[in-house]
């Protein structure tokens, strides 16, 4: 009984040390840092301005958002994207109005102002960067 389970263990040990030698093939997007070690600063990646908007990829594709938003701001007192977007506001400053869906709650209650559910904008819409994709995509829209 006792050379089985020493025969076991000998042979567990064994199996993880060659499955530990093996498995080098994975890389993380981290890097070689530790899981626990703090992540690098983003670097600030410079927006890019597209003339015409931005086409989607398919139906129901929130609109990316075709202008700079480093100076707007978003937080729970101020929604400095409504200044254009709003619909008292949109026809003045040339902008596309915030969707009909924008100022309805979760009830189906129509709002004078947009709904909390949609008021941090930059959580479906999002600006266009000058940066290389971090993996290969290989998505094609229906057209």
């Known amino acids: 009984m006792k050379k089985v389970i020493v025969t076991l263990l000998v ?11 093996f498995s080098t093939g994975v890389a993380s997007l981290r890097g070689d840092k530790e899981l626990t070690a703090p992540a690098d600063e983003n670097p600030m990646r ?17 609109p990316m958002i075709p202008h700079k ?11 400095t994207c409504m200044k ?10 040339k902008a596309p109005k915030a969707g009909d869906s924008h100022y309805v709650t979760r ?5 004078e102002t947009v709904s909390s559910r949609r008021y941090f904008c930059n959580q479906c819409h999002a ?5 290389s994709p971090i993996v290969e ?3 094609e829209g229906a057209k």
Do not use: W
């Not at 042979?11 to 530990?20: I, R, S």
């Not at 410079?46 to 929130?62: A, C, D, F, L, M």
């Not at 009830?107 to 709002?111: A, H, M, N, Q």
């Open 46 to 62: 410079k927006q890019v301005i597209t003339q015409g908007g931005v086409e989607r990829s398919y139906k129901i594709q929130p």
């Open 84 to 93: 254009c977007h709003s619909e008292k506001t949109f026809e003045e400053k």
């Open 127 to 131: 600006p266009q960067l000058d940066a």
């Open 69 to 79: 938003i480093d100076k707007e701001t978003i937080n729970l007192k101020t929604n």
């Open 137 to 139: 995509n290989k998505f």
């Open 107 to 111: 009830d189906g209650k129509v709002l």
């Open 11 to 21: 042979a567990m040990v064994t199996l993880m040390f060659t499955t530990a030698a």
